[in-house]
C-alpha cells in the first residue's frame, strides 16, 4: 500500500502561483511514478502531469505545458507541482495518484490521495 496526502490548494486569481505538494508513504516510495491529475466541475479526471520514479521523465498535458512544473525529492519521499500563470480554467480538485506502471487511462491509477481544491478566479 501507498498513502498519499496532498496539500497546497486554495484560491487565487487568474496569473497567480500555487504549489501542491504529495506527501507518499508506505512501501518504497521512489519506486513509483507519480501524477498529478485534475477533475474540474462537470468534467472527468485528467492527467496533468507526472513524473518517473528517479525523476528522470516527465509528462506534461498540452494545456499546462510551460506553466506547470512537476518535481520529486525522493529523500522527503513528496512530489511537488509548482502551477504557475494560473487561469480559471485550472480550477478542478487535484489529486496525486501513484503507480509503478502508470496506465493509458487516468483513472486507473493504483493508489490516490484524497485531494485537494484549486481555484482561480478571473
Known amino acids: 500500500q501507498v498513502q498519499l496526502v496532498e496539500s497546497g490548494g486554495g484560491s487565487v486569481q487568474a496569473g497567480g502561483s500555487l504549489r501542491l505538494s504529495c506527501v507518499a508513504s508506505?512501501?518504497?516510495?521512489?519506486?513509483?511514478?507519480i501524477g498529478w491529475i485534475r477533475q474540474g466541475p462537470g468534467q472527468e479526471r485528467g492527467l496533468v502531469a507526472a513524473i518517473s520514479p528517479n525523476g528522470g521523465s516527465t509528462f506534461y498535458a498540452t494545456s499546462v505545458k510551460g506553466r506547470f512544473t512537476i518535481s520529486r525529492d525522493n529523500a522527503k519521499n513528496t512530489v511537488y507541482l509548482q502551477m504557475s500563470s494560473l487561469k480559471p480554467e485550472d480550477t478542478a480538485d487535484y489529486y496525486c495518484?501513484?503507480?509503478?506502471?502508470?496506465?493509458?487511462?487516468?483513472?486507473?491509477?493504483?493508489?490516490w490521495g484524497q485531494g485537494t481544491q484549486v481555484t482561480v478566479s478571473s
Open positions: 495518484a501513484a503507480d509503478t506502471s502508470p496506465p493509458a487511462l487516468a483513472s486507473e491509477w493504483d493508489y
Open positions: 508506505g512501501r518504497t516510495v521512489s519506486n513509483y511514478a
